[in-house]
C-alpha cells in the first residue's frame, strides 16, 4: 500500500518537474517522466521498417549529434515504429495526426496511425534530443498527443516582395518544426502576379515587375525608383515547393486573388478590366478601383487559370482571395450594370457574391473547394465556400452559424505584419500591436458559438504581409518568436494562464534559431512601457521579460547607464518629459533603449468613457490611450493611436473637479491609401453634472483640413467638472478614393487641455 503510493507520488512530481523542464513547442497533450534514463548511444540504431522519406528527414536534422546506421541482425534497436490499425474511416481521419512516443531506458517506440503521425513524433523527439544533447540522457517518459485543429497555417505573401524557392522552403521547414501543416501561398496581388501560367504567358511577362516601390512609412509617400522584378515562380519551382512542403507533411494552398487585387494581371491583359486601361502592376501599397469585370472572358480566363493551378496544387481547398473589392468600376460599367438586372442582384455586393458563386462552381465541378476572406460573405456566402476570418472574428462567427468551415486569423492576434514590440524600438511595420502574449493568449474558437457549431471552426493562421518586408531576414524576424506562438495555439495546449512558462520554452527555443542562424526578434527582451492613472495623473509602468530589477530609467532625457535609478515601482510622471529605460545584466546593457515622450494636459489620467469602442486592431490602452499623455507618432499606428471604422469619436472626460482651460487639442490622422480620412467635424461641450452639456466650440470640415487634423483651439476662458469631445468620422469614402465606398477610419490619438 505504501509502496504504491509512493509510487504514485513519485510518478505525480515528475509529472509536474517534465511540466516545468521539457522545453517542448508546441507543447504536448499528455506527458509523463518516469524514472529513468536513455542513453543516447554513439552509433543510434533504426530498424528497417521505419517510413523513408520521415526517417531521412530526422537523420538530416539531428544528423550533427547523433550518427547514424541501420540495424543488422541481432542489434539492439534504438528507435522502433508501429502503425496503429484505424477501427473505421472516421477514426483514422480524427487520429491522422495522433503520435505516442515511448522513450524507455532501452528503445524509443513511435506509435502512430499514419506517417505524419510519426513525422510529428519525430519533431517531438528532435527537441527532446537537442534538449539533452550535452547530457546524452533523456529521461525516460511516455508522450501521447494529437492537435486540437487540423488547420495550423501560416501564409506568406511574395507579391509585395518576392521570396526565392529556396527562401519559401526555409519557411516550410520552420512550419514544420513546430508542427504546422498547412502553406497559404499568396501567389498574386496588384503588385505583382508570381506563378507562371502556361496559358497567359503575359501575367509574368508584364505582371512579375513593377517600376519602382514603396518605400519607408506609407506616409512618407516615398519611392525607390528601381524596377522591381521580373520575379516569379516557374511551374518547375512550384512542383519543388510543393513536393519538398509534401515530404514535411504541409498541405500548400495556393491564393488565386479575385475579383480585386487584380492590377498585375490586368497590367497584362487589360480586357479582363471594366475600363480600357492601360494598367501597370502597382507601385504603391493599397486597395485599388481596377478589378476583375465579371464577363464570359473574364470567367474562361480565371478557370484556364485555376485548371493549371489545380494541376500544381493538389489541396483540397483553393483559395481565391474575395478581399477588398471596390465597387467603384462596377458601378460605372454598363456589363457590370445589365449582369446586375439579368440575374436579379440586389447591388454591387450581389455582383460579387455572383463572381464567387460562379467561381465555387466550376472548383468544385473540379472537386476541389474555395475557401476565401471574409468579404466573401459579401450578398450571400456560396454553398460550399469555407471562410477566412481576417477583418476580426464576425465572419468566423457567421460562417460557423451557418454550418460553413472557417479559419481563424483575427488581425488583431494573427496578423504579423504588426507590431511585437515599442514601435520605437521596432523596425518600421504595417501597424498595430501584436506581441508575442497576445498571440499567445488567442482562443480560436470564440465564445459566441455553442459546442457544435464551433466544430466548423478549422483551425487558426498567422499571416505575413510584406508590404514593409523587403528581405528573408525580416520575414524572420517577424514570424519569430510569434509563429511559436501561434503553433501551441493551433495545437490546442496553450494557457495565457502560464504564458511565462511558455516564454521560458521560447527562450530556450532561440538556441536552435541560433544554430540554425535564424535572425529571431529579441523584442520580448526589450522593456515594455505600459501608462496607468496613478494619484490623479499618470505613471509608467516598466515591464521586460527578464528580471525587472535590471531596468534603469532616466528622466532627464539622457540615455540610461548602469548608474540611472533603478527601476522599482511605477515612475509618477507628473509633467511632460522624456522617460528613456533599457534592461542591463552584470552591468551591461541587453536590451534596446526605449524613450517615451509625454506631454501632460489637464486631462491626463483623468476618468475617460467612450460611447463608441474603438477597432480590436487599434484598440490598445482602450479609452485611456486618448488620456495617455502620449502623442501619436505618425508613422507608426502601433499603440499610441484608437482606430475607429465608421464611427464617431464620443469621448467624455470627467476632470474631478472644476477644473480653468482656454484650450482643446487633439490629433486625427491622414492616410487615404490605408482609408484613413481626417474628421468631418468635431463639437467641444462642458458640463458640471455629466448630463446638462452646453456646446462651446465647433470646427469644421474646413478648418480641419487646414490644420492636417492636429487640432489646437482657444475656447475662452471656460471652468468645468466635464468635458464632452465629438469628433466626426468622415463616413462612407468617396469616389476617387482608395477604399471608395468603404467605410473611413478615424484615428485619434490624445485629448489634451490647457
Ligand atoms: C487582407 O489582409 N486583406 C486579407
Ligand atoms: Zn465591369
Redesign the pocket.
Known amino acids: 500500500m505504501i509502496r504504491t503510493f509512493l509510487a504514485f507520488f513519485i510518478l505525480i512530481s515528475n509529472v509536474i518537474l517534465a511540466q516545468n523542464t521539457l522545453n517542448l513547442i508546441p507543447y504536448p497533450q499528455k506527458v509523463q517522466t518516469l524514472q529513468g534514463e536513455f542513453a543516447i548511444p554513439d552509433i543510434f540504431i533504426l530498424s528497417g521498417e521505419l517510413p523513408k522519406e520521415e526517417t531521412e528527414y530526422f537523420k538530416k536534422r539531428t544528423g550533427s549529434q547523433l550518427e547514424f546506421q541501420y540495424a543488422q541482425k541481432g542489434e539492439d534497436i534504438h528507435l522502433i515504429h508501429s502503425v496503429i490499425p484505424p477501427v473505421s474511416a472516421a477514426d483514422a481521419e480524427e487520429k491522422k495526426e495522433y503520435y505516442a512516443l515511448e522513450i524507455s531506458p532501452k528503445q524509443i517506440h513511435i506509435k502512430s496511425y499514419t506517417r505524419q503521425g510519426y513525422f510529428l513524433a519525430l519533431q517531438t523527439l528532435i527537441q527532446i534530443i537537442d534538449q539533452y544533447k550535452d547530457t546524452k540522457k533523456i529521461p525516460v517518459m511516455k508522450i501521447e498527443d494529437q492537435p486540437k485543429f487540423a488547420w495550423r497555417g501560416m501564409h506568406l505573401d511574395v507579391c509585395r516582395h518576392f521570396f526565392t524557392v529556396d527562401e519559401v522552403k526555409q519557411y516550410i521547414d520552420y512550419l514544420a518544426m513546430y508542427k504546422l501543416n498547412t502553406f497559404h501561398w499568396h501567389l498574386t496581388d496588384d503588385q505583382g502576379w508570381r506563378i507562371e501560367i502556361k496559358k497567359y504567358p503575359k501575367l509574368t511577362q508584364i505582371g512579375s515587375k513593377r517600376k519602382e516601390s514603396m518605400i519607408g512609412a506609407y506616409v512618407d509617400n516615398t519611392f525607390d525608383g528601381k524596377p522591381y522584378g521580373p520575379y516569379f515562380y516557374t511551374q518547375e519551382d512550384i512542383k519543388d515547393v510543393v513536393k519538398y512542403a509534401h515530404e514535411r507533411h504541409i498541405t500548400v494552398v495556393p491564393e488565386i486573388e479575385m475579383p480585386g487585387h487584380a492590377l498585375a494581371a490586368l497590367a497584362a491583359y487589360p480586357e479582363l478590366?471594366?475600363t480600357k486601361g492601360p494598367f501597370e502592376p502597382a507601385t504603391k501599397w493599397g486597395v485599388f478601383d481596377d478589378v476583375f469585370?465579371?464577363?464570359d472572358e473574364t470567367f474562361t480566363f480565371l478557370e484556364n487559370v485555376l485548371d493549371e493551378v489545380m494541376q500544381l496544387f493538389p489541396s483540397k481547398y483553393i483559395h481565391i482571395g474575395g478581399d477588398e473589392c471596390p465597387k467603384t468600376?462596377?458601378k460605372e460599367?454598363t456589363?457590370?450594370q445589365e449582369l446586375i438586372k439579368k440575374n436579379n442582384l440586389k447591388d454591387e455586393h450581389g455582383l460579387q457574391s455572383y463572381f464567387i458563386h460562379r467561381i465555387e462552381k466550376y472548383v468544385n465541378s473540379k472537386g476541389r473547394k474555395i475557401i476565401g476572406w471574409d468579404e466573401i460573405l459579401e450578398g450571400g456566402l456560396a454553398p460550399n465556400a469555407a471562410v477566412m476570418s481576417w477583418t476580426g472574428v464576425n465572419g468566423g462567427i457567421e460562417a460557423a452559424k451557418s454550418k460553413h468551415f472557417a479559419v481563424m486569423t483575427p488581425g488583431a492576434y494573427c496578423y504579423f505584419d504588426h507590431y511585437q514590440g515599442d514601435p520605437q524600438s521596432e523596425p518600421n511595420a504595417f501597424g498595430g500591436f501584436t506581441p508575442l502574449d497576445k498571440v499567445y493568449a488567442y482562443n480560436p474558437i470564440p465564445s459566441e458559438l455553442n459546442a457544435e457549431q464551433a466544430q466548423y471552426i478549422m483551425g487558426v493562421q498567422a499571416n505575413l504581409w510584406t508590404e514593409y518586408i523587403l528581405d528573408f531576414k525580416h520575414v524572420q524576424y517577424m514570424i519569430f518568436p510569434r509563429l511559436m506562438a501561434l503553433s501551441e495555439v493551433g495545437w490546442g495546449t496553450s494557457d495565457p494562464k502560464k504564458y511565462k512558462e511558455f516564454e521560458n520554452r521560447v527562450i530556450s527555443q532561440f538556441k536552435v534559431l541560433d544554430n540554425m542562424q535564424v535572425n529571431y526578434a529579441k523584442s520580448i527582451y526589450n522593456i515594455i512601457g505600459k501608462v496607468v492613472p496613478a494619484n490623479n495623473g499618470i505613471a509608467y509602468e516598466l515591464s521586460t521579460s527578464q528580471n525587472s530589477k535590471g531596468i534603469r530609467y532616466t528622466l532627464d532625457g539622457t540615455n540610461p547607464t548602469i548608474n540611472s535609478k533603478t527601476y522599482q515601482n511605477a515612475v509618477q510622471i507628473p509633467n511632460s518629459l522624456t522617460i528613456k529605460s533599457a534592461y542591463f545584466e552584470e552591468g551591461q546593457l541587453k536590451s534596446a533603449v526605449s524613450a517615451q515622450e509625454f506631454t501632460v494636459s489637464k486631462t491626463t489620467g483623468k476618468n475617460i468613457t467612450l460611447e463608441q469602442q474603438p477597432n480590436e486592431n487599434y484598440s490598445f490602452g482602450g479609452a485611456f490611450t486618448l488620456v495617455d499623455g502620449i502623442i501619436g507618432n505618425v508613422k507608426q499606428l502601433g499603440k499610441t493611436w484608437l482606430g475607429f471604422q465608421g464611427k464617431d469619436v464620443l469621448a467624455t472626460i470627467d476632470l474631478g473637479k472644476k477644473t480653468a482651460f482656454t484650450e482643446v487639442y487633439f490629433n486625427t490622422l491622414e492616410n487615404k491609401g490605408s482609408w484613413i480620412h481626417l474628421a468631418k467635424s468635431a463639437k467641444i461641450f462642458i458640463s458640471d453634472d455629466n448630463t446638462n452639456f452646453k456646446l462651446i466650440k465647433e470646427i469644421g470640415t474646413a478648418e480641419i483640413q487646414d490644420a492636417h487634423g492636429k487640432i489646437k483651439v482657444n475656447v475662452g476662458t471656460q471652468n468645468a467638472k466635464y468635458l464632452k469631445v465629438t469628433i466626426e468620422n468622415a463616413g462612407i469614402i468617396p469616389a476617387g478614393n482608395p477604399g471608395a465606398d468603404s467605410k473611413a477610419w478615424l484615428f485619434v490619438d490624445e485629448i489634451g487641455i490647457n
Open positions: 478590366a471594366c469585370c465579371p464577363k468600376r462596377w460599367c456589363h457590370c
